[in-house]
Structures are given as C-alpha cells and as structure tokens.
C-alpha cells in the first residue's frame, strides 16, 4: 500500500504523514528531508548550484538515512545528524534552488522508489503523487491558506529557538511555494487522481482521521 501525500510548504504534510504512518505501522518517507539534505551538503561544502554534477558528485559519496524515533524521524548524512540543522533558515530559503536542478531530482526520485519497494508506505513531498509513486492508491493533496501556514511555521519555529517574523515567514512560504510550481521537473501540483483537503480550518486529529476513514476504502 502506498499512499502519497503532497502539498505547498508548511500545510502539514509530514505532521499528518507521520502519524498516520505511525497508526498503521507503515514506513514513513519524508522526502522534503531529502531535498533539505542536499542543499545543507551543498551550503557546508560551498557547492556552486549553477553546475548540478558537483553537488551530484557530493552526494554520491553519501547516505541520507532516517532514524525512527517515539515522536518522530532523525535525519542522518552519513553519521552527522543533520535533523534540525536542515530546518534553519538558510537551508528552507535555499532549497528551492537546489530541487530545481533535474539531475538532482532524477537522483532522489530514484532513492525515495527504492525506500517504497521496501513495504507499505506513507510519502509525503511535491511530486510523489505525480511522478515518484504515481500508482500510490491513496493521493492526499493538503493545503491550507498561506496566512494559517505562517502561523503553525511560526509556533514551529518558536519551540525551536528560530525567530523569524510571521509576516517575513508568510513572505517566504509563497515564494518557496512559486518556485516549487512554476519549476520545469515536476512541479508542485495536484494529482488529478488526488483528494484535496484543506486543513486551514481542521486540527491535526481530524485531518489524520479523514486519511485514515480514505485509506480503508481502498485497502
Ligand atoms: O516539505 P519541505 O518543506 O520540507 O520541502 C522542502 C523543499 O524541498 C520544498 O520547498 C521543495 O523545493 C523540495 N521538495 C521537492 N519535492 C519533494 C519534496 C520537497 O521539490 N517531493
């Protein structure tokens, strides 16, 4: 069982993805996580983003791993435990540009199928609906409006330490979310075989309960 869950930035794609997940004791892949290692890779070894086949080459010599936790994922490159250092400021501003670049898709494309080919999954992204697991048998396509996504980054944030102003973060959410559907490869879109749900107005137990009530019709 595969089920796919997409959406614009901060729409609560992997807080749902992960319990939901968890509840049925599926994996759980966040690919936003890989794109976001690959841009910290590239900023920590001052990789030119002009070119693709540098930081290719760079990731080429590494694993990007997670590791379940109670309340979640670790994300490892290599053994450098990089899970919160890919949620700071200049790897979320700067990894737009680096998902843009086609060999670097191609690559994660290629990693995040064979993540899926090891069992019942919950996927969440841009393009896993549409080109990673394109006969995923649930498509969730999540949004929420962009000031509501604002706010709950912006809680988000403040637990963490990272004091960005709301309205500068509602700035950056729509310009991330631009860059992300008007890319060539595989932009940010729905599905047309995806179930829209806005969470603007849903806490996280209603929005987890309505994939759960979707994922059994299916199965
Ligand atoms: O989901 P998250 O906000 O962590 O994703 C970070 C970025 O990674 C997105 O803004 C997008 O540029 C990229 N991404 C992507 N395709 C995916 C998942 C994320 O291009 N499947």
């Not at 008007?182 to 599905?191: D, V, W």
Request: glycine share 4%; with cysteine.
């Amino acid at each position: 069982m595969q089920v796919a869950i997409d959406g614009p930035a901060s729409s609560g794609k992997s807080t749902i993805a992960k319990i939901v997940a968890k509840k049925l004791g599926f994996i759980y892949c966040d690919t936003g996580a890989m794109y976001r290692a690959a841009t910290w890779l590239a900023l920590r070894d001052h990789i030119n983003l002009d070119d693709a086949s540098d930081l290719l080459k760079a990731l080429d010599d590494v694993t990007i791993r997670f590791e379940p936790t109670d309340d979640g994922q670790l994300v490892f490159i290599n053994d450098i435990d990089i899970t919160h250092a890919i949620r700071e400021p200049d790897v979320t501003n700067n990894v737009s540009q680096v998902s843009a670049l086609a060999p670097i898709r191609t690559e994660m494309v290629k990693r995040q199928q064979q993540i899926a080919e090891e069992g019942n999954i919950v996927m969440d992204g841009r393009d896993i609906g549409t080109t990673v697991l394109p006969h995923a048998q649930v498509k969730i396509f999540m949004t929420a409006s962009a000031e509501e996504r604002a706010k709950r980054r912006y809680a988000e944030n403040i637990a963490k330490g990272i004091m960005t102003p709301l309205s500068q973060l509602q700035d950056e959410i729509v310009a991330r979310d631009h860059k992300d559907s008007t890319r060539k490869i595989s932009p940010l879109r729905k599905a047309d075989d995806a179930i829209e749900i806005d969470t603007t107005h849903l806490g996280i137990d209603e929005v987890v309960a309505q994939i759960l009530e979707i994922i059994q019709t299916v199965q």
